[in-house]
């Protein structure tokens, strides 16, 4: 079975450092990875997904992830970050089980903003 | 489209009580899912359907929760009867399976138990 790591538990920044966020994956094999945010009180979103093609993705509000195959992770990263960016961040990895497909997280990392 | 609905959204129960969570995925989505959200366990996956039908139902904890997907737009997760250890947020989440492009997530049942 699949199984995603997220070394980083909580991460506390100041305002306009530099962010990134580390996400390791079990899987040889061909993989879709996604991160989610979630924002205090709220449910999950997607912030940005990876199929195929480029491994650098852009996602929604800043935000990218680079796909390295050869390290098995699938790093997130922001170049400045808001205070508005505090929030728990979940790393993903799509399995496919009987046909079907479901997606494994992460145990998340929670990013605190200091103004 | 309205997204994933959930209700209740809040629901405080005494222990022993039976509870049902509802949810109403995306029309079109032919999967759905049930999470759990707590502090000390993250978000674990309890089950999940495909076209209505329970793919793998693995992550149940135990034979206190069951979970039923009568048509493609209902599900309900139950738990009877239900014990403190149960509090917890739990999410319904959505997708289409044809096309893996990552779940809709419902606003989830923050479910209390005293």
């Known amino acids: 079975a699949q199984s995603v790591s997220q070394h980083n538990h909580h991460v506390i920044l100041s305002e306009a450092a530099s962010l990134e966020l580390g996400c390791n994956y079990s899987?040889?094999?061909?993989?879709?990875l996604f991160w989610y945010v979630q924002y205090p009180g709220q449910h999950l979103q997607l912030l940005l997904k990876?199929?195929?093609?480029?491994?650098l993705v852009k996602g929604i509000k800043g935000f990218e992830a680079e796909f390295i195959k050869s390290k098995f992770s699938f790093n997130l990263r922001k170049p400045s970050v808001q205070w508005s960016d505090t929030a728990e961040y979940f790393c993903?990895?799509?399995?496919?089980?009987?046909?079907?497909?479901?997606?494994?997280f992460g145990s998340g990392t929670r990013l605190s903003i200091r103004p | 489209d309205a997204g994933v609905i959930q209700s209740p959204r809040h629901e405080v129960t005494e222990m022993g009580q039976e509870v049902t969570l509802r949810c109403k995925p995306i029309?079109?989505?032919?999967?759905l899912f049930w999470y759990r959200q707590t502090m000390m366990r993250g978000l674990e996956l309890l089950i999940y359907?495909?076209?209505?039908?329970?793919?793998?139902d693995s992550g149940m904890p135990e034979d206190r929760f069951s979970a039923k997907m009568p048509n493609a737009s209902f599900s309900t997760l139950k738990i009877q009867p239900s014990e403190p250890r149960d509090s917890a947020v739990y999410f319904c989440?959505?997708?289409?399976?044809?096309?893996?492009?990552?779940?809709?997530f419902g606003s989830g049942t923050r479910l209390t138990v005293v």
């Open positions: 899987y040889g094999g061909t993989v879709n």
């Open positions: 029309s079109g989505h032919n999967s």
């Open positions: 990876y199929f195929s093609g480029d491994p």
């Open positions: 993903a990895v799509n399995e496919n089980v009987a046909g079907a497909s479901k997606i494994i």
């Open positions: 359907f495909n076209n209505n039908v329970p793919i793998d």
């Open positions: 989440a959505s997708t289409l399976q044809d096309r893996v492009g990552g779940y809709t």
